[in-house]
């Protein structure tokens, strides 16, 4: 019976990332819309490793909460106080393996396409030889910016070169290291103790560890696996949005295969956590973030913003609509224009309309709100017609309140509903209404100044203000104008005897 040694990995993402140009840590930057760091996370993840390690030390807490989902079993964070070097940093991770016999991955955190597949090739071959260290090696076309691989005459490695250290010859070598290594714990933690900070940046290199193996007469091994575009690293912003755009293409790609028209692939973003049901179409200018998943036959016309948002079967979005934390059920029609923000749940065949703006709203099937609304805090249930220009007036200042609307409700234009407020089942709310009190089921409620109309005014109105108009400009000091009118002379005379008697 052959024993399966123990997994381990560290993963190193301490670095600020210089050649970023960055206040923000490299690894926390984010590629369709997750920080680098989860990427290597999850590869290791994968393979199920008994323990692993993150070396953090630029924005270390950050860093850590990034790395909270990653779904590991065991996951130490070291914190690598000073950034001397990749060697440096797995030292760091020595004490938390100080009781843990295995071997032991390391991967960078800054190589986001890694796949497990390739991290599983490496440790089996890594088992199978019965290496002390085995490391992945491949050729790149452009080697620039990786360490060379250094062979002896007889094809064995004997050592990694920096780029900065390496001579003109070994840097014409095409054979290089994407830092992905496979180490017998026992061998690693006293290899890194052993570092010099020999070198052009006065670090103590993870690499050199690959020449001390050798020269102690270890046994070095190489896999070749991964391909080039996966095992790139990143090191400056245009390498980001080039991957960037490998990543897009791949998940527009995806999802075309899985029965999605996209009618313009080149402007649709679609996250990696979302989801699309097949014979939806996505127009032009589409993004699709979060966890938002589209069900089938939907229709996305264009310029559309999907965050955390749920749609069911054949939904209609017209063009510019906004959705973030939205469930909406089948067959609703939303746009163009809307904006439907967290908490809005949108049952079957419900109309949103152009400017109708939502917030934890809940609309009950069949329900309307078609033109120029805001339903913030509300429970409307269905078959209601909400009126354009229709608003809940939901927020006193200092509380959010409540607006109920029963079934089959009809709010007339203009209307607003000052919460708490609810309108019961059936209940008609005439157009231009300010609805402070509950109205009953089947009642019509209405408020409404009555309407005068005032023969002739409009005449008399312009030959006033034409008369106004010609006149010459009042003068600073106007006189006092003509004695009050009697009752306006009693009331002052009443309000002087008052402030008197409040006198004495
Ligand atoms: C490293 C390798 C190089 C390899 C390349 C592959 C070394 C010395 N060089 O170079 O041979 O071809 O990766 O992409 O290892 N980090 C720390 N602490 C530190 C320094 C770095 O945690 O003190 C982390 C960084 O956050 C990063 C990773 O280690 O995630 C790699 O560091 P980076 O500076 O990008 O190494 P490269 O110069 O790319
Ligand atoms: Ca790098």
Not at 136 to 161: H, K, M, Q
Not at 207 to 235: F, K, S, W, Y
Not at 265 to 281: F, K
Not at 424 to 437: F, L
Request: proline content about 6%; some cysteine; hydrophobic content about 40%.
């Amino acid at each position: 019976m052959s024993t399966v040694r123990p997994l381990g990995a560290v993963v190193l993402a301490a670095g600020l990332g210089t050649r970023m140009r960055s206040t923000r840590a490299k690894v926390l930057h984010e590629l369709a819309g997750r920080p680098l760091v989860r990427y290597p996370l999850a590869a290791v993840a994968d393979l199920d490793p008994d323990r692993v390690a993150l070396v953090v030390g630029h924005q270390a807490d950050a860093v850590r909460a990034a790395s909270a989902e990653a779904g590991l079993r065991d996951l130490r964070i070291v914190l690598q106080p000073e950034q001397r070097g990749t060697g440096h940093a797995v030292a760091c991770a020595a004490a938390d393996f100080a009781d843990f016999t295995g071997d032991v991955l390391i991967v960078y955190g800054d190589v986001p396409l890694l796949r497990p597949a390739t991290l599983r090739a490496l440790v089996d071959s890594h088992r199978a030889d019965g290496a002390d260290l085995t490391l992945v090696t491949l050729a790149f076309a452009d080697p620039r910016g990786y360490g060379r691989i250094v062979r002896g005459p007889d094809g064995n490695v004997v050592g990694i070169v920096e780029e900065r250290d390496a001579s003109p010859a070994e840097r014409a070598i095409t054979e290089i290291n994407p830092g992905l290594y496979a180490v017998r714990s026992e061998v690693l933690f006293r290899l890194v103790e052993a570092l010099r900070p020999n070198n052009a940046q006065g670090e103590l290199y993870l690499t050199d560890v690959v020449g001390l193996a050798a020269r102690g007469g270890l046994r070095v091994h190489t896999v070749q696996a991964g391909r080039p575009e996966e095992l790139a690293g990143i090191n400056t912003r245009a390498e980001l949005a080039g991957m960037e755009a490998i990543l897009k293409g791949e998940h527009v790609e995806r999802w075309m295969a899985a029965g999605v028209t996209f009618e313009d692939p080149a402007t649709a973003y679609v996250g990696p956590d979302v989801t699309i049901g097949p014979d939806t179409v996505v127009g032009p200018n589409v993004q699709l973030r979060g966890r938002t998943r589209i069900g089938s036959g939907c229709r996305l016309d264009g310029t559309a913003y999907l965050v955390d948002t749920v749609v069911g079967d054949r939904v209609h979005f017209l063009l510019g609509c906004v959705a973030d934390g939205a469930e909406i059920g089948d067959e609703v029609r939303i746009g163009p224009f809307a904006h439907l923000r967290p908490g809005t749940r949108l049952a079957a065949r419900v109309h949103v309309g152009n400017f109708v703006e939502t917030k934890k709203a809940a609309l009950g099937a069949g329900t309307k709100a078609n033109h120029l609304s805001y339903l913030g805090d509300c429970e409307i249930g269905p078959d209601s017609n909400i009126g354009a220009g229709t608003i809940t007036c939901n927020y006193d200042g200092f509380h959010k309140h409540r607006t109920t609307i029963g079934a089959r409700v009809f709010i007339g234009s203009d209307t607003q509903l000052v919460a708490p407020v609810t309108v019961a089942d059936d209940a008609y709310v005439g157009s231009g209404t300010t609805v402070t009190r509950d109205v009953p089921a089947g009642a019509l409620a209405v408020s409404r100044v009555p309407q005068r109309a005032i023969p002739g005014w409009s005449a008399r109105f312009r030959a006033r203000a034409a008369g106004t108009a010609a006149a010459p400009p009042p003068v600073k000091s106007a006189p006092r104008s003509a004695p009050a009118a009697p009752r306006a002379r009693k009331r002052r005379a009443v309000a002087s005897r008052a402030r008197a008697r409040r006198r004495r």
